[in-house]
């Protein structure tokens, strides 16, 4: 069973449009999340985290939304760029297990120009 | 560059060997994690070392698989009498501390023939 869902394999956005890519979860002591995103025969690269403390952080082009109560979380990019294109991850965890981070599947978003 | 360095990038080898993955961590990154990432799934969580605290084990998939940190810097991950179903990405990600974005390397490719 997935504790992390993404349940969109992929996204399809125009240039200068939103992105908003989704992820639930289901385990109710996860109280750390993040987005990564991934190119091709690369790691993943960190993109931004949020607290369960918070229901927003926001850096730049890149806003993640956390509803607890629904335990789901988004990521925003706007506005979106062809360089975005990749594969974004969203991963959570409890940090009183010490770190290690639960990943979905991945949601592959392409920006076409 | 102070990034994350994996060795080899790519790895064949024939069902039944051992092989062994190197990780070089960011330097001063206490925190120490192996993930793999099968094809068409997410990154699934090995193990995870956090300065010279016991590492946690609780994803190596069976005792085939071991790790080791010498001096509190690079791990080596070995698998011994490799099967085709251990043919993945392994990934290695260091943190500052267990309670920090993890930044990863950009993997080895294991190819189990």
């Known amino acids: 069973d997935q504790q992390v869902k993404q349940n969109s394999p992929s996204l399809s956005v125009q240039e200068g449009r939103i992105s908003i890519l989704n992820c639930d979860y289901t385990n109710s002591m996860f109280d750390y999340f993040l987005w990564y995103k991934k190119y091709p025969a690369e790691g993943p690269t960190f993109l931004i985290s949020i607290s369960s403390i918070k229901d927003k952080n926001e850096d730049g082009r890149f806003t993640v939304f956390l509803n607890k109560s629904a335990k789901h979380l988004s990521l925003h990019i706007v506005p979106s760029q062809p360089g975005d294109s990749a594969v974004y991850f969203c991963a959570a965890s409890a940090r009183g297990s010490q770190g290690n981070l639960i990943f979905g599947k991945g949601t592959k978003l392409s920006v076409k120009p | 560059g102070a990034g994350v360095s994996q060795s080899p990038s790519n790895k064949v080898t024939e069902k039944g060997k051992d092989v062994e993955l190197r990780c070089d961590p960011i330097s001063g990154h206490t925190a120490l994690y192996w993930y793999r990432q099968s094809l068409g799934q997410g990154l699934e969580f090995l193990i995870y070392?956090?300065?010279?605290?016991?590492?946690?084990k609780s994803g190596l998939p069976s005792d085939r698989f071991s790790a080791e940190r010498t001096g509190g810097s690079v791990s080596t991950l070995t698998i011994q009498r490799t099967q085709q179903e251990d043919s993945a990405v392994y990934l290695c990600?260091?943190?500052?501390?267990?309670?920090?974005?993890?930044?990863f390397g950009d993997g080895t490719r294991l190819s189990i023939l």
């Open positions: 990600a260091s943190s500052y501390r267990g309670d920090q974005p993890q930044h």
């Open positions: 070392f956090q300065g010279n605290s016991a590492p946690d």
